[in-house]
């Protein structure tokens, strides 16, 4: 059984940074494509950052250039880490597999990210 735990929330002032962790625990593929997802209030979760493999890597147009997702092998472990960041990255943040949850219908509790003064 597969578990996803993110880590590394917390509140932050507008132009801050944070690193996000993402374990992964049980029968999971170390080097699967996984993504960084997002859930604002009242909206859809979306997807922002795609690591495939070991290093291909793809962003949605509003993080790019300041998000970088990455991976430890190793320690079945991925990062998001978020710079310059904006009041409109609030959000709860999770991972998960790409293009599809490593177990179908399955998200981890996700960690909340708040940007504000």
């Known amino acids: 059984q597969v578990q996803l735990a993110e880590s590394g929330g917390g509140l932050v002032q507008p132009g801050g940074s944070l690193r996000l962790s993402c374990v992964a625990s049980?029968?999971?593929?170390?080097?699967?494509?996984m993504g960084w997802y997002r859930q604002a209030p009242g909206k859809q979760r979306e997807l922002v950052a795609v690591?495939?493999?070991?290093?291909?890597?793809s962003y949605d147009d509003s993080v790019n250039g300041r998000f970088t997702i990455s991976r430890d092998s190793a320690k079945n472990t991925w990062y998001l880490q978020m710079n310059s960041l904006k009041p409109e990255d609030t959000a709860v943040y999770y991972c998960?597999?790409?293009?599809?949850?490593?177990?179908?219908?399955?998200w981890g509790q996700g960690t909340q990210v708040t940007v504000s003064e």
């Open positions: 998960n597999g790409y293009p599809r949850t490593i177990v179908p219908g399955y």
């Open positions: 049980g029968k999971i593929n170390r080097f699967a494509d």
């Open positions: 690591l495939r493999g070991l290093r291909a890597t």
